[in-house]
C-alpha cells in the first residue's frame, strides 16, 4: 500500500491503539488498544499480492484467536479462578514465542520491507508489557524456544525470516528476564535500534536472499558496515548489541539460573554461526556481476551513520 492519506490514518491509528493499551488502568480498555491495533494493522499489510494477502489473513486468524483468549481470561478474572496462565498463553501467541512460531515466520516472508518493523517491534511492545505485569517466568517455554529457534534459523535462506527468527530469539530472551527487572525495556530499545537498521539495509541495498549478498558486488564502505550491524547483532563487544546479552547474562548469574543461562549460550553461538554467513558473504565474496542501480553517496552516508550507532556502547555504559 503506497503512502496515501489512508495509510497515514491506520498508521496513526496504530500507534493510538499502542498508547491506549500502555496507558489504561484496566484490562477493558488494554483490550481494546489491542484490537485496534490490529485491525489497523491489518489494511496497511494487505496489498494486491497474492502473498501478502495470504500473510494478513494467518496473521488475522492467530491474532484473533489470541484475543479471545485474553478476553476469556479477562472475564474468569471476575470469578475465583486463576486466569494468568490463559493469559500467558494469549500473550505468548502475540509475541511467537516457539514453539507457537511458526506461523509467524510464514507469516514474516509476506510482509512488505517498510511494514516489517511494525510487525516485528510495534505490535509486540504491549504484549510484553502484560507478561511484565503477570510476574510469571515460563521455563519450560523460555527453553524450548531457544532451542528451537536456534535450530530452525541455521538452515534459513531468506533474510527476512533470519530477521523473524532473530526476534523471537531476542523476545524470549527479553522474556526471561521480565519477571525480575525491567531492563527488557532498554533491551527493547537496543533491539529496536539494531532491527530498524537491518531492515533499513535491506531496503538500500535491495537485498531478500543471503545469496543475493554474494552475486551483488558493493563498496567497501558498504561491506564494512553489514559487518559492523551482523558484529552487533551477534552480541560482540564492544558494539551496542553486547549490552543486551550482557544484562539478560549477568541477571541470569545473579538469580543463579545456571541451565538457562547454559542455552542461552549455546543458542547465542549458533544463531551467531547465522550472522556469520552475512558478515562474510558480504566482506569476503567477489563478483563479476554489478548492480543494476548503483547506490548513491546519500545513502551510503545514512547506511554508515546508523551503523555508527553500535560504536556507542561504551558511552552507553557509562
Do not use: C, D
Not at 500500500?1 to 493499551?21: P, Q, R, Y
Not at 547474562?249 to 547465522?274: G, N, P, Q
Not at 554508515?304 to 556507542?312: F, G, K, R, S, V
Amino acid at each position: 500500500m503506497k503512502l496515501n492519506s489512508t495509510t497515514l490514518l491506520f498508521k496513526t491509528m496504530i500507534m493510538m491503539g499502542m498508547m491506549i493499551s500502555l496507558s489504561s488502568s484496566n484490562w477493558i480498555m488494554l483490550w481494546s488498544g489491542l484490537e485496534l491495533m490490529l485491525m489497523s494493522f491489518i489494511p496497511v499489510m494487505n496489498s494486491m499480492k497474492v502473498m501478502y494477502t495470504e500473510s494478513a489473513m494467518k496473521y488475522f486468524i492467530m491474532q484473533s484467536i489470541s484475543s479471545a483468549m485474553l478476553m476469556m481470561s479477562i472475564m474468569m478474572s471476575l470469578t475465583m479462578i486463576n486466569n494468568k496462565m490463559l493469559m500467558m498463553g494469549a500473550m505468548l501467541i502475540k509475541l511467537a514465542i516457539a514453539p507457537m512460531n511458526m506461523w509467524f515466520i510464514s507469516t514474516v516472508e509476506g510482509v512488505s520491507v517498510s511494514m516489517l518493523f511494525t510487525m516485528l517491534i510495534t505490535m509486540k511492545i504491549t504484549p510484553m508489557m502484560i507478561m511484565s505485569y503477570l510476574n510469571m517466568k515460563p521455563n519450560t517455554i523460555i527453553i524450548s524456544s531457544l532451542m528451537i529457534t536456534a535450530l530452525l534459523i541455521i538452515n534459513q535462506t531468506s533474510i527476512k525470516k533470519v530477521i523473524g527468527h532473530s526476534s523471537v530469539f531476542n523476545f524470549t530472551l527479553m522474556l526471561s528476564i521480565t519477571a525480575m527487572s525491567s531492563l527488557w525495556m532498554n533491551f527493547l530499545l537496543i533491539y529496536s535500534l539494531l532491527t530498524w537498521s537491518m531492515i533499513n539495509l535491506m531496503k538500500t541495498i535491495k537485498i531478500k536472499f543471503i545469496n543475493q549478498i554474494m552475486i551483488n558486488e558493493q563498496s567497501n564502505l558498504i561491506k564494512l558496515n553489514i559487518w559492523i550491524l551482523m558484529m552487533s547483532f551477534m552480541g560482540m563487544p564492544p558494539l551496542l548489541g553486547f549490552m543486551n546479552k550482557l544484562m539478560v547474562f549477568e541477571l541470569m548469574m545473579m538469580t543463579k539460573e545456571i541451565m538457562i543461562l547454559t542455552i542461552m549460550v549455546t543458542s547465542s553461538m549458533m544463531i551467531a554461526f547465522m550472522y556469520m554467513r552475512l558478515s562474510y558473504s558480504s566482506m569476503i565474496m567477489q563478483s563479476t556481476k554489478m548492480k543494476w542501480m548503483s547506490i548513491t553517496n546519500k545513502k551510503k552516508m545514512k547506511i554508515m551513520w546508523i551503523n555508527m550507532i553500535n560504536l556507542i556502547t561504551i558511552m552507553y555504559m557509562m
